[in-house]
T-cell receptor, first 114, second 109 residues
Framework: DGGITQSPKYLFRKEGQNVTLSCEQN?????MYWYRQDPGQGLRLIYY???????QKGDIAEGYSVSREKKESFPLTVTSAQKNPTAFYLC?????????????FGQGTRLTVV | EDQVTQSPEALRLQEGESSSLNCSYT??????LFWYRQDPGKGPEFLFT???AGEEKEKERLKATLTKKESFLHITAPKPEDSATYLC??????????FGAGTRLTVKP
């Protein structure tokens, strides 16, 4: 089945640690995205990538980093510089390079700081 | 500034009680408006895309409509399995997608 796979489903981070969230897609989509979801707020864009080896900052990129070495993979690293990382993280992909619409989301990773 | 506001925040319905969810938006230019369904602890599931005022889309008990300032998601004779959070998002001409905070729908049997 085609789709987007995020792992792990739950992740716990200690203060000062960097953690990496995985996102893999087998839809052959060019564009991939990372969103953050907090209670009572809309999804907010962290980073997006339209092509391998290229990515752009979204609205809340500070404290996060990404890479796009393969078309299928777009991992997100939450660094120790992110002061409030506890949230639900969603990866998404789109076939459209104009970024009109994000049609497919992964099942999310819930990150908690302990 | 591009903005999306969804109302109500939460809606409780009896099974079979039809109602509508609202999505008001302010954008410089609209390339598309999207509705998603999100179950607890899961990623959003795409429902509809609307591109121009007057457009309507239907899927089972759901019908989405679009005007120049807002979109409605009409739910006809809902069932308990329609319980979820419904997200609205807009794609402006010159910016990334903007999401509303969602409407949490509960349908009681």
């Amino acid at each position: 089945d085609g789709g987007i796979t995020q792992s792990p489903k739950y992740l716990f981070r200690k203060e000062g640690q960097n953690v990496t969230l995985s996102c893999e897609q087998n839809l052959n989509h060019d564009a991939m995205y990372w969103y953050r979801q907090d209670p009572g707020q809309g999804l907010r864009l962290i980073y997006y990538s339209q092509i391998v080896n290229d990515f752009q900052k979204g609205d809340i990129a500070e404290g996060y980093s990404v890479s796009r070495e393969k078309k299928e993979s777009f991992p997100l690293t939450v660094t120790s510089a992110q002061k409030n990382p506890t949230a639900f993280y969603l990866c998404a992909s789109s076939i459209n390079l104009d970024r009109v619409g994000v049609a497919f989301f992964g099942q999310g990773t819930r990150l908690t700081v302990v | 500034e591009d903005q999306v506001t969804q109302s109500p925040e939460a809606l409780r319905l009896q099974e079979g009680e039809s109602s509508s969810l609202n999505c008001s938006y302010t954008v410089s230019g609209l390339r598309g408006l999207f509705w998603y369904r999100q179950d607890p602890g899961k990623g959003p599931e795409f429902l509809f895309t609307l591109y121009s005022a007057g457009e309507e889309k239907e899927k089972e008990r759901l019908k989405a409509t679009l005007t120049k300032k807002e979109s409605f998601l009409h739910i006809t004779a809902p069932k308990p399995e329609d319980s979820a959070t419904y997200l609205c998002a807009v794609q402006p001409d010159d910016n990334d997608m903007r999401f509303g905070a969602g409407t949490r729908l509960t349908v009681k049997p």
